[in-house]
């Protein structure tokens, strides 16, 4: 080693030493960048390669006209609610809040409900099935208990909504024993009976109509009567698809009739706060209104019952942090009403209240 380091070279060869291992160090350096770039070249090809695959596959699709379903799916998650199987656009009502969910005084579990026809300024409403007992309540529009109408001769398997409509010349109340939480019902029924007035005692119903669902039981909590007269009932979604059914144009009393499905709102898996949970037509026949925990839904009439699923205004309800709200009533010149079930176990029920603005029906032009 003294050797080396007296020798005259020892200089030189340090130098080159040194150039030698520098020029290593660059060339791994250099083919360390050049596989990173060859590696990130690569991904860039696969990842084009695979979208080239997915637009191919979802032009297939739309050649299909397959590519509507995933078009709902994606604006049902934007909108948080029901939707057709076609784009929805869920453009915003303006509705405004001029009550805000409050107790409902006797009234446990209130589910349904619906406002009168024949006594102006009066609501009608029942608990969920956990009261067992065939009560209707009535009460106005700021919560204040006004009467309670026991029903003779029917009972209670899973009351969940109430509707008031016309029936002849005059008006009908009329309740939706419809709940099917375990879709297990062989048949549903429908109560209907001539409106009594808030300080009746007891009511009778004159028409009972049992139905069955075409595709096999289902769970609802929606029903809707038109302005001639026509029932209707929309699914909840929680354990099958959200769907739009009718009875026939004469349904037989203390018969069974088959209804007939016009439509289906929503076949995905949906959460908890998007099962539609009540239904309403408005008085004029120009609107229904579907609502669940989390917003309602204001149809065009006219195209909802005739199938055609144009895209529905919305209206959020989430900031009114209802106590698991339930229930919706349309009342005149954009009157809305929203039951809550009050938190379940018995509770009280709530109501709040307000208004909408909706334009004139058909005029919304929707894609």
């Known amino acids: ?10 200089p030189f060869l340090a ?14 350096t250099t083919n360390r ?5 060859n590696e990130a070249a690569a991904i860039t090809e696969t990842s084009a390669q695979d979208k080239d695959k997915k637009d191919n596959k979802d032009k297939k699709v ?7 379903e ?33 107790g409902l005084a006797g009234v446990a579990e209130a589910s349904g409900l619906a406002a009168s026809r024949r006594t102006p300024g009066i609501l009608w409403s029942h608990g969920d099935s956990y009261a067992g007992e065939p009560y209707l309540y009535a009460f106005a529009a700021n919560g204040a208990p ?5 029903l003779q001769g029917v009972r209670v398997a899973d009351w969940e909504a109430v509707a008031v409509g016309p029936c002849g010349g005059s008006s009908c109340v009329f309740i939706g024993d419809i709940g099917d939480n375990q879709g297990a019902r062989k048949s549903i029924a429908i109560y209907g009976l001539p409106e009594p007035l808030p300080t009746d005692q007891v009511a009778s119903p004159t028409q009972t109509f049992h139905a069955t669902f075409p595709d096999g039981p289902h769970d609802a909590e929606a029903m809707f009567v038109s302005s001639s007269g026509g029932i209707f009932i929309v699914t909840k979604g929680e354990n099958g698809p959200i769907a739009l ?24 898996a949906i959460a908890r706060n998007q099962w539609v949970t009540d239904a309403s037509a408005s008085r004029d026949g120009k609107w229904i209104a579907l609502r669940t925990h989390g917003a309602v839904y204001f149809y065009d009439a006219e195209r909802l019952m005739k199938g055609d699923l144009k895209a529905p205004m919305r209206f ?3 900031s009114l942090r209802e106590p698991q709200g339930e229930g919706i009533a349309l009342g005149a010149d954009g009157t809305l009403f929203l039951a809550g079930e009050g938190g379940g176990r018995g509770a009280a029920g709530t109501l709040g209240s307000g208004v909408c603005k909706l334009p004139i029906a058909g005029s919304v032009e929707t894609p």
Do not use: W
Request: charged share 25%.
């Open 1 to 10: 080693m003294d050797l080396l380091k007296s020798h005259p070279l020892a």
């Open 15 to 28: 130098a080159l030493s040194l150039i030698a291992v520098e020029g290593a160090f660059a060339e791994m």
């Open 33 to 37: 960048a050049s596989r990173l770039q």
């Open 62 to 68: 739309d050649r299909k006209g397959g590519s509507e």
């Open 70 to 102: 995933a078009k709902a799916r994606s604006s049902a998650r934007k909108n948080g609610g029901p939707s057709a199987e076609r784009p929805v656009t869920g453009a915003r009502v303006e509705c405004s809040i001029k009550r805000a969910p409050a």
């Open 146 to 150: 006004k009467g309670r109408v026991r």
């Open 245 to 268: 059914y009718r009875f026939g144009s004469s349904p037989k009393a203390g018969g069974a009739t088959v209804l007939q499905k016009v439509a289906v709102l929503q076949t995905r």
């Open 316 to 318: 959020d309800v989430t």
